[in-house]
């Protein structure tokens, strides 16, 4: 299975991204995915979830401005990220929602800065 997440970027504060992860050799429309994100230097995080039937989930500090979506059909999952802080600054990667995990690949850098 490969993960290709996409759509990171600059931004300034307050401001909108939406990343996009493909997911090659698997089953997509079985998997519940979930997004996460690191710092250099610091643990991986749980951002947001959804599940094959699409229920979300979401960290309470993204709550209320980020929105997990999904698209069986391009086997896709995507993060609609608004109102961006400077502490959402992180490299972002999808990943099955529960492990076993698999190869996190590049993820995608997402910096927000004035």
């Known amino acids: 299975v490969q993960l290709q997440a996409s759509g990171g970027g600059l931004v300034q504060p307050g401001g909108s991204l939406r990343l996009s992860c493909v997911v090659f050799g698997s089953t997509f429309s079985r998997k519940h995915m979930g997004w996460y994100r690191q710092a250099p230097g610091k643990q991986r995080e749980w951002v947001a979830g959804?599940?094959?039937?699409?229920?979300?989930s979401y960290a309470d500090s993204v709550k209320g401005r980020f929105t997990i979506s999904r698209d069986d059909v391009k086997n896709t999952v995507y993060l609609q990220m608004n109102s961006l802080k400077p502490e959402d600054t992180d490299v972002y990667f999808c990943?099955?929602?529960?492990?076993?995990?698999?190869?996190w690949g590049q993820g995608t850098q997402v910096t927000v800065s004035s």
């Open positions: 990943n099955n929602l529960r492990p076993p995990y698999n190869n």
């Open positions: 959804i599940t094959s039937s699409g229920e979300t």
